[in-house]
T-cell receptor, first 112, second 115 residues
Framework: QKEVEQNSGPLSVPEGAIASLNCTYS??????FFWYRQYSGKSPELIMS????GDKEDGRFTAQLNKASQYVSLLIRDSQPSDSATYLC????????????FGGGTRLMVKP | SAVISQKPSRDICQRGTSLTIQCQVD?????MFWYRQQPGQSLTLIAT?????????ESGFVIDKFPISRPNLTFSTLTVSNMSPEDSSIYLC????????????FGSGTRLTVV
């Protein structure tokens, strides 16, 4: 079992719709969770972080965390073609050094 | 958050040669991390570079192949040694973001092609 799992996609949504990206993790001791956006040929860009159960909203983005289910998600409201990218889920493990473990990423395509 | 300058941005190298990638950070950071992203894949941690001590390598990565230097708190290098086509990847350095604890900021990456 991979430590952090994501559906590779592609996830295709029409412009203006809500895109829902999901991620599960195996380490129950994980405490910090992050979503990165990576455009093709570019480096990952941190867009959301969440540390406690529940929802965290930032503009069109909402991160949701459920530690009991070991599940974290990212909702993108009013999706735009510019949101088309690969979204990487990352989890901070309890191992020394606060290392992040990344999921395989979900490719999102927003169609005009 | 920290600004990272990484170079070169890309290179095409002959097999058997070595390439050194540099990362310069605009502020002092305790730890720097080196990742590899193979085509179509996610990020894999190569090693953690600490100032004043040897780098800590992840399983599957060895110092002879990927020697790392960390001479001060703002700079690190990663060398890809004795390259083969399988080393063709994007290499990324990153640091812990001061604005989002344990959330990393990444350099712009080095796209390496080995022929």
């Amino acid at each position: 079992q991979k430590e952090v799992e994501q559906n590779s996609g592609p996830l295709s949504v029409p412009e203006g719709a809500i895109a829902s990206l999901n991620c599960t993790y195996s380490d129950r001791g994980s405490q910090s969770f992050f979503w990165y956006r990576q455009y093709s040929g570019k480096s990952p860009e941190l867009i959301m972080s969440i540390y406690s159960n529940g929802d965290k909203e930032d503009g069109r983005f909402t991160a949701q965390l459920n530690k009991a289910s070991q599940y974290v998600s990212l909702l993108i409201r009013d999706s735009q073609p510019s949101d088309s990218a690969t979204y990487l889920c990352a989890v901070n493990s309890n191992r020394a050094g606060n290392m992040l473990t990344f999921g395989g990423g979900t490719r999102l395509m927003v169609k005009p | 958050s920290a600004v990272i300058s990484q170079k070169p941005s890309r290179d095409i190298c002959q097999r058997g040669t070595s390439l050194t990638i540099q990362c310069q950070v605009d502020s002092q950071v305790t730890m720097m991390f080196w990742y590899r992203q193979q085509p179509g894949q996610s990020l894999t941690l190569i090693a953690t570079a600490n100032q004043g001590s040897e780098a800590t390598y992840e399983s599957g990565f060895v110092i002879d192949k990927f020697p790392i230097s960390r001479p001060n708190l703002t700079f690190s290098t990663l060398t890809v040694s004795n390259m083969s086509p399988e080393d063709s990847s994007i290499y990324l350095c990153s640091v812990d973001s001061t604005l989002t604890p344990y959330g990393y900021t990444f350099g712009s990456g080095t796209r390496l092609t080995v022929v």
